[in-house]
């Protein structure tokens, strides 16, 4: 049996930098939610994605709940939230009370059809928050969208978890909107085993969050509290791992770009095969490379017959308005959203992959077709 090939795997980097910043922290005893990797990881995140306040969390699920708050979205407001993405974007607006209206994606982005997000807009009174994602790495007319949140008072929050590198017309996937977060869960592009960063420039906000992520504790000599709080931080000791990760983010970048490359390269000539959007002005990381089948061979053959040669491949996401969890919830569009997840498969993206490996998917691709 040749080695399993997963969709996205953790993928260290060549000089293990990231086991000397965990030892390092061990070392100093410093194996709490603070110390200087968290404070270090906070600054290079920052620094790459140019916001001026970056707060290091548990998950990037974590990360949009207390992105939820600080954008001020309370009981009984309505989120307008991007309906294809995972669910880590939508049930945070539950923890808050929130009625999520889920709003289609447009075929150009793949993300947040903006006319559909303006309509909704007009419709519903009490919108808390717009919730936008990033999907797959690709990014949305944010211009546009900065401009109809702002026209309709209404604040923005950029779910960019799985677009870290990712850029449109020159600006960082999560420098967008009031509050942004990047996820650093073990299958994004880079990861601290599990964690998220919650992005904004709001100096005052970052000691709420802050307040908020650490139980809520009150300045007073006891431990005192008036608001509900969370243990949301970040350990010190997986922060490490993020440091290190950080310094290998353009070698992934042009590593995941190398591996969409070889697939659209290998596999655009047969019948019915489309690749994620390729648009001007977006430079996406290719966290991974979909694909979309209007074909006689359907996502599932692909999967199945991927998974006999021992190769982890995946649906697109499922949208959340078809979720059962959210059943009942309003939902403005048509079916983009759904044919993307009937018709769309996500091909093993991980970037310690060799040509050998990508050769061998490919090959069981093709024989599909042939
Ligand atoms: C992974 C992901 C999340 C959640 O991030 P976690 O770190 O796993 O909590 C949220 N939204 C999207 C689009 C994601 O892909």
Redesign the pocket.
């Known amino acids: 049996m040749n080695d399993r090939i997963w969709l996205s795997p953790p993928h260290m980097s060549l000089n293990k930098l990231e086991i000397d910043y965990m030892l390092d922290a061990m070392a100093k005893n410093w194996v709490a939610p603070l110390g200087e990797n968290v404070n270090g990881f906070e600054k290079d995140v920052r620094e790459r994605i140019g916001r001026s306040q970056a707060t290091a969390l548990i ?6 709940h207390l992105a939820l708050k600080a954008a001020g979205v309370t009981d009984g407001q309505i989120v307008l939230c991007q309906s294809l ?5 939508a049930n945070p607006i539950r923890y808050v009370q929130a009625t999520p209206v889920f709003i289609d994606s447009s075929l150009e982005t793949w993300n947040m059809d903006l006319d559909y997000l303006e309509e909704a807009l007009k419709t519903y009174d009490n919108i808390g928050a717009v919730l936008s ?3 797959y790495g690709l990014g949305n007319d944010y211009e546009r969208m900065e401009a109809l949140c702002k026209k309709y008072g209404v604040p923005l929050i950029e ?1 960019a ?2 677009a870290l590198g990712s850029r449109y017309n020159g600006r960082p996937a999560g420098s967008f909107g009031d509050y942004s ?1 990047i ?3 073990g ?2 592009i880079l990861t601290t085993s ?3 960063v919650l992005l904004h420039d709001n100096a005052e906000m970052d000691q709420r969050i802050r307040y908020w992520a650490t139980q809520a504790r009150d300045p007073a000599p006891y431990y005192e509290h008036s608001e509900i709080g969370y243990n949301y931080r970040l350990s010190n000791i997986t922060a490490g791992i993020g440091r290190g990760q950080m310094t290998v983010l353009d070698e992934r970048l042009a590593q995941k770009k190398f591996i969409y490359n070889y697939y659209k390269e290998h596999l655009q000539d047969l019948e019915g095969i489309r690749f994620m959007p390729e648009i001007p002005h977006h430079e996406p990381n290719y966290w991974l490379t979909c694909m979309v089948l209007e074909s006689h061979v359907t996502p599932a053959e692909v999967i199945a017959a991927l998974e006999k040669g021992n190769i982890e491949s995946r649906r697109i ?1 499922k949208p959340m308005h078809l979720q059962p969890v959210f059943k009942g919830c309003d939902y403005v569009g048509g079916t983009v959203a759904q044919t993307l997840f009937e018709k769309g498969v996500c091909l093993p993206s991980g970037t310690a992959m060799s040509e050998e490996d990508l050769a061998r998917i490919v090959g069981i691709i093709r024989s599909l077709w042939s």
């Open positions: 998950s990037g699920t974590s990360a949009i993405t995972f669910s880590g974007s994602v990033d999907i779910d978890a799985e977060i996820s650093f869960n299958n994004k599990g964690g998220g996401w």
